[in-house]
């Protein structure tokens, strides 16, 4: 029997590696072999080497993708990681090469993300959870909107207003301690202005909301198209508005938006433990669709 090799992934095995991928994990957005590849091939080239198949003689039997940080801080990202179901057995060894071959690059410290069905085999090799993050899904439900302020879609000169907005909504949020929704203006600037551009999947101006108090931003939902399905890229109400309602009126006005556009089904991803969103969604008929991707810390 021969052993397994870790290998960069060239790209006329592209498709065999997709198709593995999607059918080892359970907490995707998609299962559509296009959308996976799309994606993969859109990548610049330098992004496209952080990709490694697992082989097994001549066959992909598992992926993973290995990003090492700048030389100031050599923490390497393990992500991407699958076993095709043939292959489970082989996952710890396949855990184990990974981790050599990050540490081998230089890396001091790992961060993984991976479907929980691989968590054993990670708590194995040393991983400890930080945190999870789930996608929810609702049917799209059309009904009244009660709002308290203005609502209407964000224009793009709204950027600086969206931005402070975003800053205050996640100022002191739990997940600021997992080095999410963190970072000076500049980088809330880019990320807002990089939902605007389709860095989250395409843009959905009509079924995005800013609520306004008089020339105030104090509330925000931006949408986008995203494999497949309509997606909130982001919610967020300012704290002095908080349980006035405004951040259910600003989702139902989005699902309106959302059924006239003929869609019918409305996603987002959020973090275990982020309990006032995670009511809210409830409410709004959102369920957990698929596992959760759990990051885990390992330390050399
Ligand atoms: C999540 C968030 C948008 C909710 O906005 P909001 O305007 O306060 O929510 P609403 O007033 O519309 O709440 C509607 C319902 O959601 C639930 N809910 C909202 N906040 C809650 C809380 N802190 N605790 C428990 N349930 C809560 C309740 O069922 C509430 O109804 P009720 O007030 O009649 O009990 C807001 O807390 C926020 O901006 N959080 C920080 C950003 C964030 O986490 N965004 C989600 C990204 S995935």
């Known amino acids: 029997m021969s052993a397994l090799r870790l290998e960069p992934l060239s790209t006329h095995d592209a498709e065999a590696y997709w198709r593995l991928y999607i059918s080892g994990r359970s907490d995707l957005p998609s299962t559509s072999l296009t959308d996976h590849l799309d994606r993969y091939l859109a990548l610049s080239p330098e992004e496209q080497r952080t990709h490694f198949a697992f082989l097994r ?43 050599d071959a990050a540490f081998a690059r230089g890396a001091s410290s790992i961060t993984s993300s991976f479907d929980e069905r691989y968590e054993a085999a990670f708590a194995a090799a040393g991983f400890r959870r930080w945190f999870a993050r789930m996608r929810m899904e609702a049917p799209i439900r059309t009904g009244p909107v009660e709002s308290a302020v203005l ?24 997940e600021q301690a997992f080095g999410i929704h963190v970072g000076p203006e500049e980088e809330w600037r880019g990320y807002v202005t990089g939902i605007f551009k389709g860095d989250a999947g395409r843009y959905l101006p009509s079924a995005s909301f800013v609520g306004l108090e008089g020339k105030r931003i104090v509330g925000a939902l931006l949408a986008t198209h995203w494999m497949g399905c309509p997606l909130v890229a982001d919610l967020g109400v300012s704290k002095e508005w908080r349980r006035r309602g405004l951040g259910e009126a600003l989702l139902r006005s989005s699902m309106n938006r959302l059924a006239d556009l003929g869609e019918k089904r409305f996603a987002l991803y959020t973090t275990l433990g982020n309990d006032p969103a995670i009511s809210l969604y409830r409410r709004l008929g959102f369920e957990q669709a698929g596992a959760q991707t759990v990051t885990a810390r390992l330390q050399m």
């Open 151 to 174: 609502l209407k879609p964000p224009e793009e000169p709204e950027v600086a207003l969206l931005t402070r907005l975003f800053m205050d909504v996640y100022e002191g949020h739990m």
């Open 57 to 99: 003689g001549d066959a992909i039997v598992g992926t993973v993708r290995i990003e090492i940080g700048a030389a100031e801080s050599p923490g390497a990202n393990l992500y991407g990681f699958a076993m095709g179901p043939e292959h489970v057995s082989l996952t710890k060894d396949a855990i184990v090469r990974a981790v």
